[in-house]
């Protein structure tokens, strides 16, 4: 799942959070988090 869809495919920061990391395990809780946060203030311009 792209970052895109993981954001639009849920209500919350957590459930795109987690989303975003489940099919690339290897990705750390913060940079999941910081990749989220981008994207979400990239769609709220």
Do not use: V
């Not at 920061?13 to 990239?42: F, N, V, Y």
Request: aromatic fraction near 0%; avoid cysteine.
């Amino acid at each position: 799942m792209g970052m895109e869809s993981a954001i639009e495919s849920t209500t919350n920061r957590t459930s795109a959070i987690e989303a975003l990391r489940e099919p690339h395990r290897g990705l750390e809780l913060k940079a999941a988090a910081d990749l989220g946060d981008a994207a979400l203030d990239e769609r709220r311009k």
